[in-house]
C-alpha cells in the first residue's frame, strides 16, 4: 500500500472540477502542465487565467522531499520558523554524503563514521517533526522517490534540482531551494511564476541501441542548458506511451539540464504497471477513475502548436545513440560521430572509467539492459579495457537485481558496486590518480561540468545511458560505435556486440528485506535535535540583518564571473559537502571555482583594500569585516545547475548584497531573492563590458525599490570616472517584502509571532 493515500485521494477528488473551472476560464483545451498547475492553486480558485512567464503565482505542493546535503539547511531553517510539525508530507534521504571508493559495505560503514554526526541529526529533525526518514544505503533520493511517493497529476518540490524526475509517474515536481520547502512545510503558500510550455512529440518507437537516455540528450542539444528556463516540457505521442515509467523519469530527470522547471508525461499503462510493480495498486486504482484528467486533452495533442510556446518533434525509429560533453551536457553528439568529433577537438579517446547509476539512470530496467551488454562481453571472451563501477538506485532494485543474477554478471567484468547513493554523480568519489591528469570517462549521470565526478579540472567526462557506458567500458575507446565496429577478444577473434536487451520490471517481481525507511514519532514534541555548539559540521542558523532602507552605498566589487558560473563554481559539492550545515565553514568554497574575468584565474581576485591578490573568500570577509559591501557582477545564466541554496546563502553570510548578472537560471535566482540579496540583471547586456577591478559601487534609488522599476547603479572606476547602468529585476511585492526583512525566513517568523 502506498504512503498517504489519503492525501493522493483528496488531490483526486478536487481535480475534476478545478480542472473544469480552469478550462471555461482560459477557453481552451487543456495540456496537462496547466491541469496539475490550475489544480494546485494555493486558493483552490481556479477561475483566473495566469499569464505564462509573467505572473507570480501561489501554489499548494502535496509533499517535499530533500536529500541529506541540502536537507540540513533546510531542516535548520525550519527550525526556526515556529511549527510543531511539517503541514505536508515530507521526507529526508541520506544518498549525497557516502563517498564511493572501495565499494558498497566498506564505503557505507566509513560513511557512517564519517556522517554520522549529521546522519544523527537529520534523523532527529526528522523524528521531531513528523518527516519520513530514509537511512544511509536505502537509495538515491529520486529512485526512491519515483518507487515509493510520486503520482500521476500530483505536485511536488524537492530540495535538488533533479526532482524533476517524478515526472516519469506525470506529476509535476519542481526543484527548489531550501527556504522555498520551509515555506511549504511550514503551511504557507509556494510562488512560481506561471512556466512556459514547450511540447516534446514522440512518435516512432525506439529500436537497438537507442534507450530514453538519447531523447533528453537530443533534446538538451536542440535546446542547450538555458532553452527550458521558466519552462515546462511536456512529453507526449506514440512514442511516449512506448516507454516504461523509469525511462520517462530518466528523460524528465535531466530536463534539469536544460533549465527546464520540470518535465512531464501523461499518465498511460506503462505509469500503471510501474505503480503496480511498486505495491501500490491502490494508487493506480484511484488514478484510472480520474484518468481523462491525468493526460493532456486530445485537442492538445492533435494541434501542438496552437497550444504550446515552442513544439519539438523527435522520431524515435531515426534516433541515434547520442554521447554528449565534455564539460557541459547539452554538447550532443551522434555516437557515429564522435570518433571524429574527438579528433578534431583533442579529446582523449582512451576510456579509463565507465560509471552507470546516479538519480537518472539506475532503475532495474537501466540494470537489465547494461548487464545484457556486460554478459555478452563475458561469453564472447571480451575484457573490459576500463574500470566499471555501478550505484543501484535503490536497495529495492539492487536486491533485487543481486536475486536476479545482475550483479554478478557485472562482478565477472571486474565492476565495483558502489553504496546504493549517488557517489561520483555528485562528486563523492575518490578516485585514485593524479588529479590534474588529462583523462576521458563516460557515465550515464546527468552532469559533466569541469571537476564534478573527480574534482580534475581535466577529467573529460561523457554522458551517455547504461548500455553505451556499458560498451564504451569495455571497448574502453570513445570512439567505439558498437552498432557498426568489432572488437578483438582473447582469442584474437572479431566479435560485434548485439543490442542490449531487458526487462521494463522484474518478472518476479521487486524484493527487498530492509528498504531503509524510518517513520517518524507520532508525537515528536519530547524529541531533543542537539547541535553541539563546536561543531565542524553543523551549525545553529543566526538571522541575516533585514534592509535599513538606505540605498547601498560604498560596495566593493568581489568579482567578475566570466563564462559558464554554475552553482558548482560557486558552492563546490566534492569534499565539501561535509560542511552543508555549517553555514560558516561551507562559505569558504564561495565563488573558489568562478573565473575572473580579469585574470581569466580561479579563486584569485584582486582586494581593494590592500591592493593584493587573493582567494575570493578571504577577500570577502575582509570586506565585511570592514563594514563595507561588496556584489558580485556575472554573465549569462548564472546559478545554472543545482539546487543548491548555499550558492546563495554564502555570498549573503559574506557580505555580498547583489547578484548582477547577464541572466540567471531559475532555482538560483529565487534562492538569491528568498535569502534577502538583490539578484539584478543588465538591461544592456553590453555593461557587463564597463565593469572594472577597482569599481566602487553606488545604488542611486534602490530607496524607491519597487515592482517593475529597474534600478539605477553607479560604478565608480579607479580613475573617478563612472558608468551609470540600469539593471532589471523581477521581484513582485511580496518578494520585495523578503529584502526588506533580510530574508523569507525572516518574514515567516515575524508572520508566526503575530
Known sequence: MAFDIDMIKAVYEKMPSRIEAARNTVKKPLTLSEKILYSHLWDGDATTSYERGKSYVDFAPDRVAMQDATAQMALLQFMQAGKPTAAVPSTVHCDHLILAKQGAEQDLRNSLTASGEVFNFLESVSNKYGIGFWKPGAGIIHQVVLENYAFPGGMMIGTDSHTVNAGGLGMVAIGVGGADAVDVMAGMPWELKFPKLIGVKLTGKMNGWTAPKDVILKVAGILTVKGGTGCIVEYFGEGAKSMSATGKGTICNMGAEIGATTSTFGYDDSMERYLRATDRADVADLANTVREHLTGDDEVYANPEQYFDQVIEIDLSTLEPHVNGPFTPDRATPVSQMREEAEKNGWPTKVEWGLIGSCTNSSYEDLSRASSIAKQAVEKGLKTKADFGINPGSEQVRYTAERDGMLQIFEDLDATIFTNACGPCIGQWERTGDNNRVNTIVHSFNRNFSKRADGNPNTH???????????????????????????????????????????????????????????????????????????????????????????????????????????????????????????????????????????????????????????????????????????????????????????AMEPRHLGVKAVLVKSFARIHETNLKKQGMLGLTFADEADYDKVQEDDTINFLDLDQFAEDKPLTLEFVHADGSKDIIKANHTYNEAQIGWFRAGSALNLIKEQNKS
Open 461 to 647: 567526462a561523457f554522458v551517455t545511458s547504461p548500455e553505451m557506458v556499458a560498451a564504451i567500458a569495455i571497448s574502453g575507446d570513445l570512439g567505439f560505435n558498437p552498432i557498426t565496429d568489432t572488437l578483438t577478444n582473447e582469442k584474437g577473434e572479431q566479435v560485434k556486440l548485439d543490442p542490449p536487451v531487458g526487462d521494463e520490471l522484474p518478472s518476479k517481481g521487486f524484493a527487498v528485506e530492509e528498504n531503509g525507511y524510518q517513520a517518524p514519532a507520532s508525537d515528536g514534541s519530547n524529541v531533543e535535535v542537539i547541535v553541539k555548539p563546536d561543531s565542524k559540521r553543523l551549525q545553529l542558523l543566526t538571522p541575516f540583518e533585514p534592509w535599513d532602507g538606505k540605498n547601498i552605498t560604498g560596495a566593493k566589487l568581489l568579482i567578475k564571473a566570466f563564462g559558464k558560473c554554475t552553482t558548482d563554481h560557486i558552492s563546490m559539492a566534492g569534499p565539501w559537502l561535509r560542511f552543508r550545515g555549517h553555514l560558516d565553514n561551507i562559505s569558504d568554497n564561495c565563488l573558489i571555482g568562478a573565473v575572473n574575468a580579469y585574470n581569466q584565474s580561479t579563486n584569485k581576485v584582486k582586494n581593494q583594500l590592500t591592493g593584493e591578490y587573493g582567494p575570493v573568500p578571504a577577500t570577502a570577509r575582509q570586506y565585511k569585516a570592514e563594514g563595507i559591501p561588496s556584489i558580485v557582477v556575472g554573465d549569462h545564466n548564472y546559478g545554472e545547475g543545482s539546487s543548491r541554496e548555499h550558492a
